[in-house]
Antibody, heavy 122, light 108 residues
Framework: EVQLLESGGGLVQPGGSLRLSCAAS????????MSWVRQAPGTGLGWVSA????????FYADSVKGRFTISRDNSKNTLSLQMNSLRAEDTALYYC???????????????WGQGILVTVSS | EIVLTQSPGTLSLSPGERATLSCRAT???????LAWYQQKPGQAPRLLIY???SRATGIPDRFSGSGSGTDFTLTISRLELEDLAVYYC?????????FGQGTKLEIK
Protein backbone atom coordinates (compact mmCIF):
# COMPACT_ATOMS: atom_id res chain seq x y z
CA GLU A 1 0.00 0.00 0.00
CA VAL A 2 1.36 3.39 -1.01
CA GLN A 3 1.78 5.75 1.92
CA LEU A 4 3.00 9.33 2.00
CA LEU A 5 3.48 10.90 5.42
CA GLU A 6 4.31 14.58 5.72
CA SER A 7 6.01 16.13 8.74
CA GLY A 8 7.76 19.31 9.80
CA GLY A 9 4.92 21.79 9.68
CA GLY A 10 4.00 24.30 12.33
CA LEU A 11 3.86 27.97 13.23
CA VAL A 12 6.67 30.22 12.00
CA GLN A 13 7.13 33.99 11.95
CA PRO A 14 7.26 35.94 8.69
CA GLY A 15 10.76 35.78 7.26
CA GLY A 16 11.44 32.50 9.00
CA SER A 17 12.30 29.06 7.65
CA LEU A 18 10.80 25.61 7.84
CA ARG A 19 11.68 22.23 6.34
CA LEU A 20 8.96 19.81 5.34
CA SER A 21 9.58 16.11 4.86
CA CYS A 22 7.55 13.36 3.23
CA ALA A 23 8.27 9.73 4.09
CA ALA A 24 7.25 7.41 1.27
CA SER A 25 6.54 3.68 1.40
CA UNK A 26 4.75 0.98 -0.56
CA UNK A 27 6.39 1.73 -3.93
CA UNK A 28 9.84 2.05 -5.46
CA UNK A 29 10.45 5.68 -4.52
CA UNK A 30 13.46 6.14 -6.77
CA UNK A 31 11.35 5.35 -9.86
CA UNK A 32 8.87 8.20 -9.49
CA UNK A 33 8.86 11.95 -9.65
CA MET A 34 7.33 13.72 -6.67
CA SER A 35 5.71 17.05 -6.00
CA TRP A 36 4.41 19.45 -3.35
CA VAL A 37 0.96 20.97 -3.67
CA ARG A 38 -0.56 23.37 -1.16
CA GLN A 39 -4.02 24.52 -0.21
CA ALA A 40 -4.61 27.72 1.73
CA PRO A 41 -7.55 27.56 4.16
CA GLY A 42 -10.85 27.52 2.30
CA THR A 43 -9.25 27.87 -1.11
CA GLY A 44 -8.20 25.73 -4.05
CA LEU A 45 -5.14 23.67 -4.87
CA GLY A 46 -1.85 25.40 -5.69
CA TRP A 47 1.02 23.54 -7.31
CA VAL A 48 4.30 24.44 -5.55
CA SER A 49 7.20 22.36 -6.83
CA ALA A 50 8.15 19.08 -8.51
CA UNK A 51 11.24 16.92 -8.80
CA UNK A 52 12.18 14.12 -11.17
CA UNK A 53 12.85 10.56 -10.05
CA UNK A 54 16.61 11.05 -9.95
CA UNK A 55 16.43 14.53 -8.51
CA UNK A 56 18.18 15.96 -11.52
CA UNK A 57 15.28 18.14 -12.68
CA UNK A 58 13.24 20.48 -10.52
CA PHE A 59 10.35 22.86 -11.17
CA TYR A 60 8.92 25.70 -9.09
CA ALA A 61 5.88 27.94 -9.08
CA ASP A 62 6.83 31.58 -9.64
CA SER A 63 5.51 32.48 -6.18
CA VAL A 64 8.11 30.31 -4.42
CA LYS A 65 11.05 30.42 -6.83
CA GLY A 66 14.21 31.52 -5.04
CA ARG A 67 12.69 30.90 -1.60
CA PHE A 68 11.79 27.20 -1.64
CA THR A 69 14.03 24.25 -2.53
CA ILE A 70 12.76 20.77 -3.29
CA SER A 71 15.04 17.78 -2.83
CA ARG A 72 14.93 14.03 -2.34
CA ASP A 73 16.98 11.27 -0.74
CA ASN A 74 16.29 8.06 -2.63
CA SER A 75 18.32 6.04 -0.13
CA LYS A 76 15.89 7.11 2.61
CA ASN A 77 12.69 7.28 0.52
CA THR A 78 12.22 10.87 1.59
CA LEU A 79 11.09 14.02 -0.18
CA SER A 80 11.86 17.44 1.33
CA LEU A 81 10.87 21.06 0.89
CA GLN A 82 13.10 23.72 2.40
CA MET A 83 11.09 26.90 2.79
CA ASN A 84 12.90 30.19 3.48
CA SER A 85 11.77 33.82 3.70
CA LEU A 86 8.27 32.65 4.54
CA ARG A 87 5.34 34.99 4.04
CA ALA A 88 1.81 35.09 5.41
CA GLU A 89 0.53 33.98 1.99
CA ASP A 90 2.51 30.74 2.32
CA THR A 91 0.11 29.66 5.06
CA ALA A 92 -1.48 26.45 3.80
CA LEU A 93 -1.88 22.71 4.09
CA TYR A 94 1.05 21.22 2.19
CA TYR A 95 0.54 17.92 0.39
CA CYS A 96 3.21 15.54 -0.84
CA UNK A 97 2.12 13.81 -4.06
CA UNK A 98 3.47 11.01 -6.24
CA UNK A 99 3.71 11.12 -10.01
CA UNK A 100 1.37 8.68 -11.73
CA UNK A 101 3.74 7.10 -14.20
CA UNK A 102 7.30 5.86 -14.60
CA UNK A 103 7.19 5.54 -18.37
CA UNK A 104 5.64 8.94 -19.01
CA UNK A 105 6.90 10.96 -16.04
CA UNK A 106 4.56 13.90 -16.09
CA UNK A 107 3.59 15.77 -12.91
CA UNK A 108 0.09 14.59 -12.29
CA UNK A 109 -0.59 12.61 -9.16
CA UNK A 110 -2.18 9.32 -8.21
CA UNK A 111 -1.30 9.29 -4.51
CA TRP A 112 -1.36 12.12 -2.00
CA GLY A 113 -0.43 12.42 1.63
CA GLN A 114 -2.90 13.79 4.17
CA GLY A 115 -1.11 17.10 4.32
CA ILE A 116 0.79 19.11 6.92
CA LEU A 117 -0.19 22.57 8.07
CA VAL A 118 2.20 25.50 7.79
CA THR A 119 1.15 28.74 9.45
CA VAL A 120 3.14 31.92 8.90
CA SER A 121 2.17 34.54 11.45
CA SER A 122 3.69 36.87 14.02
CA GLU B 1 2.16 30.42 -18.57
CA ILE B 2 -1.08 28.52 -18.95
CA VAL B 3 -3.95 29.64 -16.73
CA LEU B 4 -6.96 27.37 -16.27
CA THR B 5 -10.45 28.75 -15.67
CA GLN B 6 -13.15 26.40 -14.47
CA SER B 7 -16.87 26.96 -14.80
CA PRO B 8 -19.30 27.11 -13.26
CA GLY B 9 -18.01 28.00 -9.83
CA THR B 10 -20.80 26.04 -8.19
CA LEU B 11 -23.14 23.47 -9.68
CA SER B 12 -26.26 22.27 -7.86
CA LEU B 13 -27.95 19.17 -9.26
CA SER B 14 -30.11 16.27 -8.15
CA PRO B 15 -29.16 12.60 -7.89
CA GLY B 16 -29.44 10.88 -11.24
CA GLU B 17 -28.81 14.06 -13.21
CA ARG B 18 -25.82 14.71 -15.46
CA ALA B 19 -23.08 17.16 -14.48
CA THR B 20 -20.93 18.96 -17.03
CA LEU B 21 -17.85 20.79 -15.72
CA SER B 22 -15.69 22.98 -17.92
CA CYS B 23 -11.98 23.80 -17.83
CA ARG B 24 -10.64 26.37 -20.27
CA ALA B 25 -6.94 27.11 -20.81
CA THR B 26 -5.41 30.41 -21.91
CA UNK B 27 -3.29 28.53 -24.45
CA UNK B 28 -3.25 25.08 -25.92
CA UNK B 29 -2.38 22.30 -23.48
CA UNK B 30 0.35 20.24 -25.11
CA UNK B 31 -0.56 16.63 -25.93
CA UNK B 32 -3.80 17.15 -23.98
CA UNK B 33 -1.87 16.78 -20.74
CA LEU B 34 -4.84 17.59 -18.54
CA ALA B 35 -6.05 15.85 -15.39
CA TRP B 36 -9.17 16.05 -13.27
CA TYR B 37 -9.26 15.52 -9.50
CA GLN B 38 -12.05 15.15 -6.98
CA GLN B 39 -11.63 16.54 -3.45
CA LYS B 40 -14.23 15.63 -0.86
CA PRO B 41 -14.47 17.68 2.36
CA GLY B 42 -11.58 16.98 4.72
CA GLN B 43 -9.82 14.67 2.27
CA ALA B 44 -6.85 14.79 -0.05
CA PRO B 45 -7.59 15.04 -3.78
CA ARG B 46 -8.20 11.90 -5.81
CA LEU B 47 -7.15 11.47 -9.44
CA LEU B 48 -10.14 10.86 -11.72
CA ILE B 49 -8.97 11.50 -15.30
CA TYR B 50 -5.60 12.00 -16.97
CA UNK B 51 -4.50 12.77 -20.52
CA UNK B 52 -7.87 14.52 -20.85
CA UNK B 53 -9.90 11.34 -21.26
CA SER B 54 -8.26 8.34 -19.56
CA ARG B 55 -9.92 7.15 -16.36
CA ALA B 56 -7.66 6.39 -13.42
CA THR B 57 -7.76 2.99 -11.78
CA GLY B 58 -10.93 2.30 -9.82
CA ILE B 59 -12.85 5.32 -11.11
CA PRO B 60 -16.45 4.47 -12.08
CA ASP B 61 -17.35 4.81 -15.75
CA ARG B 62 -19.91 7.47 -14.73
CA PHE B 63 -16.91 9.82 -14.88
CA SER B 64 -15.62 10.76 -18.30
CA GLY B 65 -13.29 13.40 -19.68
CA SER B 66 -13.18 14.96 -23.10
CA GLY B 67 -11.73 17.89 -24.99
CA SER B 68 -8.51 19.05 -26.54
CA GLY B 69 -6.45 22.16 -27.10
CA THR B 70 -7.90 24.78 -24.78
CA ASP B 71 -11.34 23.38 -23.91
CA PHE B 72 -11.88 20.38 -21.67
CA THR B 73 -14.91 18.84 -20.00
CA LEU B 74 -15.53 16.48 -17.11
CA THR B 75 -18.89 14.77 -17.32
CA ILE B 76 -20.50 12.88 -14.46
CA SER B 77 -23.50 10.94 -15.62
CA ARG B 78 -26.11 9.72 -13.13
CA LEU B 79 -25.01 11.78 -10.14
CA GLU B 80 -24.85 10.09 -6.76
CA LEU B 81 -24.85 11.68 -3.30
CA GLU B 82 -21.21 10.64 -2.84
CA ASP B 83 -20.18 12.87 -5.76
CA LEU B 84 -20.50 15.92 -3.51
CA ALA B 85 -17.02 17.46 -3.82
CA VAL B 86 -14.88 20.13 -5.40
CA TYR B 87 -13.45 19.18 -8.80
CA TYR B 88 -10.16 20.57 -10.10
CA CYS B 89 -8.47 20.42 -13.46
CA UNK B 90 -4.68 20.55 -13.78
CA UNK B 91 -2.41 20.93 -16.78
CA UNK B 92 0.92 19.13 -16.71
CA UNK B 93 2.26 19.89 -20.16
CA UNK B 94 4.23 23.02 -19.31
CA UNK B 95 5.61 24.37 -16.06
CA UNK B 96 4.06 25.86 -13.95
CA UNK B 97 1.73 22.89 -13.62
CA UNK B 98 -1.23 24.86 -12.38
CA PHE B 99 -4.65 23.82 -11.18
CA GLY B 100 -7.90 25.51 -12.02
CA GLN B 101 -9.76 27.26 -9.21
CA GLY B 102 -12.26 24.42 -8.83
CA THR B 103 -15.95 23.72 -9.35
CA LYS B 104 -18.02 22.90 -6.28
CA LEU B 105 -20.64 20.26 -6.97
CA GLU B 106 -23.64 20.33 -4.66
CA ILE B 107 -26.17 17.53 -4.61
CA LYS B 108 -29.73 18.66 -3.95
Amino acid sequence: EVQLLESGGGLVQPGGSLRLSCAASGFIFSNYGMSWVRQAPGTGLGWVSAISATGGTTFYADSVKGRFTISRDNSKNTLSLQMNSLRAEDTALYYCAKYFSITSPRPFFDYWGQGILVTVSS
Amino acid sequence: EIVLTQSPGTLSLSPGERATLSCRATQSVGSNYLAWYQQKPGQAPRLLIYDASSRATGIPDRFSGSGSGTDFTLTISRLELEDLAVYYCQQYGTSPFRFGQGTKLEIK
